[in-house]
């Protein structure tokens, strides 16, 4: 990695300090730069007698002037010309030189040599062709929003907005609304509620989830859609790991000593405490985490055991020919989940 380059002036403190008999360990650190750059100042004022960047003749040019006029004037003549072909013609004049030397060569004077074209007509077809059968062969796929699909669930947050919106209508039925203005009054006044009040709308939205995951169990995607995983909400809950136990018992001590942290600070804050404990001090967390695995593996085996439906396939697939009762719906499933994991606790 290049550094920046030092200030004359900078340089100028360097051989003033070699001039007092410093050594060049004790300037490099006391000025903090390598001792390589200080040797280099230093010998660079012995030959020279000076610290300023002396001008330099650079390397030189692969592409000779008289070369260049040529080139320029054939590509004036022939603008279509390609970078091999102009590479040919400076081989005839006898300098080799890559074909991205004349680009860049001519990049710097506002000319570009056009590139060869590297894909034939025969592949652009066979590629025209590949696409059209791919596309006839999912002609049938309807593209966009299956009408069949269940609406989706609707938050709290959601229904306490809609409600808004209707207190609004009624209130002033003609005037226009701006939906930043008035999204951001909702949520002011969604802050200032007491969960008493938000407790409505809570409802609400624990009905409407019921709902939709009775709906998605008995819906079926159409073909080249992916059906999107139903979560059973009976299911065991994945264990928490070390640092997420560890997280729970000092969250609280870390808001609070200060009270105006956001989420990420808080969690960045925890993450140092974490990383800063010794393997010692992590035991505890660390045999909680296994203890909650283990009880997660235990669970988790009794609950694919119940006879659960999967969740890939549709609901009456899936149900068993055993049964005498076949008017058995997902409810009564659940009741009598809820049963067994009482049992089991």
């Known amino acids: ?20 008999g410093e050594g060049y360990k004790k300037i490099s650190h006391t000025l903090s730069i390598p001792l390589g ?21 650079g390397r030189p040019s692969k592409i000779s002037s008289w070369a260049k006029r040529i080139l320029a004037l054939e590509l004036t003549m022939r603008p279509t ?5 102009l590479q040919s013609s400076m081989a005839e004049m006898g300098e080799n030189v890559h074909e991205s030397t004349i680009a860049r060569s001519f990049a710097n004077c506002s000319r570009y040599g056009r590139s060869e074209r590297r894909r034939t007509l025969q592949k652009a077809n066979s590629d025209l062709q590949s696409r059209a059968e791919f596309a006839e062969k999912h002609l049938d796929i309807e593209m966009g929003k299956d009408p069949r699909k269940p609406r989706g669930k609707m938050s709290s947050y959601a229904y306490f907005v809609q409600t808004c919106r209707e207190e609004h209508k009624k209130k002033h039925p003609e005037a226009s609304v701006n939906f930043s203005e008035f999204s951001k009054k909702c949520s002011e006044r969604w802050k200032t509620m007491s969960a008493k009040e938000k407790g409505k709308f809570e409802d609400l939205a624990k009905l409407d989830k019921v709902r939709y995951e009775r709906e998605m169990r008995s819906y079926i995607p159409p073909k080249g859609e992916k059906k ?10 994945r264990p928490s790991s070390a640092f997420f ?16 942290l956001s989420i990420g600070d808080v969690a960045k804050k925890l993450g140092e ?11 505890p967390y660390e045999k909680k985490a296994s203890k909650l695995k283990e009880k997660y593996e235990k669970d988790i085996t009794a609950y694919r055991n119940k006879g659960k439906v999967p969740v890939s396939m549709p609901a009456k697939a899936a149900a068993p020919a055993k049964d005498d009762d076949d008017d058995d719906d997902d409810d009564d499933d659940e009741d009598d989940d809820d049963d067994d994991d009482e049992d089991d606790e």
Not at 228 to 237: E, I, L, V, Y
Request: positive net charge; proline residues 6%.
């Open 37 to 57: 750059t200080v040797r280099s100042i230093i010998k660079k004022w012995k030959v020279y007698g000076t610290t300023e960047t002396l001008p330099r003749s």
């Open 81 to 85: 010309a390609s970078l091999k072909e």
């Open 228 to 237: 999107k995983r139903f979560k059973d909400p009976n299911a065991p809950k």
């Open 245 to 260: 136990i560890f997280c729970a018992d000092f969250r609280p001590q870390v808001k609070g000593e200060t009270p105006g």
């Open 273 to 283: 405490k974490w990383n800063n404990l010794t393997a010692e001090d992590k035991v």
């Open 1 to 20: 990695m290049r550094r920046k380059e030092l200030s004359e002036e900078f340089r100028d403190k360097v051989v003033d300090r070699h001039r007092l």
